[in-house]
């Protein structure tokens, strides 16, 4: 049984024992308001006289709600103590336990925001097996996300580093306000100028602003959300394969990037030297240069160089041995 209904059964026992000693008194001859002064004092213990001379039967009587009273008095508040004490105990524990989760976590994604927009992202960051924090300043919605939460405001940097903020590889800030997340954005580039920010901007124009605040890539859920909406009207199987290869999992193929660092067994070959489709399987569909620019369905005389970033497709095996020969 739990605390909760411990202690909802304890009260229940001790206004039915309230409730008996007063009609036992009215039946003995009290008036109302001296049966119900006579019983409570009886069940608490305080001792005051009698309110009206007892008869033989009313001696009995006054025992019996003694023994029953009494014992469910002290039940009752045994149960409240005890739940408040537990329930302090449990929420310091938890506390302790989450704040060990976080201090173990290396590489993770924070996550600023745990409204709708940042539970989804939270879902997506978990699903993949990525290391997840969120902050959120509403004790509910942070306890709502299945993840490590910090309950605190994301603009301070405190609550920042006690996400382990130092050794995250990401953050998003994702917040209503696009303030505020210009304010967490310059704090975490501050704290840690390592780390890939991703923003949330609910308009058009915060979007340079959060930008020069420091953040790596800024996205408008509005904006998305309509041309993932066009895209569906006027190219809907290309969208709908978009869609199920990067989010719903029905297909066994998926989209990867593979970073080519210094020293990869594949760096300053070819695509046709390198012979990454027989290798691994997988589909190279793109290269990304150190620069951010695109190159599209490269040629096979295309050579791979470090700093460059593999784009494929393939099923989750082939990815995988796509990572492995990449990073030889």
């Given at each position: ?22 009609i ?9 308001l ?48 005890e ?29 600023c ?23 959120d ?7 709502r ?95 709908e394969f ?61 050579v ?11 099923t ?5 041995a ?7």
């Open positions: 049984m739990s605390h909760w209904k411990r202690l909802a059964s304890a009260l229940a026992a001790l206004a039915l024992v309230m409730v008996v000693g007063t036992g008194y009215l039946l003995l001859g009290f008036s109302f001296n049966a119900l002064f006579q019983t409570v004092t009886t069940v608490s213990t305080v001792g005051f006289r009698e309110v009206e001379p007892l008869t033989r039967n009313g001696q009995v009587f006054t025992m019996v709600l003694i023994v029953l009273g009494v014992g469910a008095a002290f039940y009752a508040f045994g149960v409240i103590i739940t408040f004490v537990e329930g302090q105990l449990n929420e310091l524990l938890g506390r302790r336990r989450m704040d060990r989760s976080i201090a173990e976590l290396d590489g993770h994604v924070v996550v925001g745990a409204g709708r927009v940042g539970r989804s992202i939270g879902e997506q960051v978990a699903g993949s097996g990525r290391g997840l924090v969120v902050i300043a509403d004790v509910d919605a942070a306890n996300c299945d993840a490590p939460a910090v309950v605190g405001d994301a603009t301070e940097d405190a609550v920042l580093r006690t996400a382990g903020i130092e050794r995250a590889s990401a953050l998003v800030a994702a917040v209503e306000s696009d303030a505020d997340n210009s304010f967490i954005v310059l704090s975490a580039r501050a704290l840690n100028p390592d780390l890939f920010i991703v923003a949330r901007a609910r308009s058009v124009d915060s979007e340079e602003k959060l930008r020069r605040a420091g953040a790596d890539r800024v996205v408008n859920p509005q904006s998305i959300g309509g041309s993932r909406m066009a895209a569906f009207v006027l190219h809907p199987n290309v969208a978009v869609d199920v290869v990067m989010h719903e999992g029905n297909l066994e193929f998926r989209l990867e990037e593979v970073p080519i660092h210094e020293g990869s067994t594949v760096a300053g070959q070819t695509l046709r030297d390198a012979h990454v489709r027989d290798r691994t399987g997988a589909l190279v569909l793109a290269l990304r240069s150190a620069d951010g620019a695109f190159l599209t369905n490269p040629p096979p005389d295309t791979l160089q470090a700093g460059q970033v593999i784009i494929a497709i393939g989750q095996d082939e990815l995988d796509l990572g492995a020969f990449v990073t030889g």
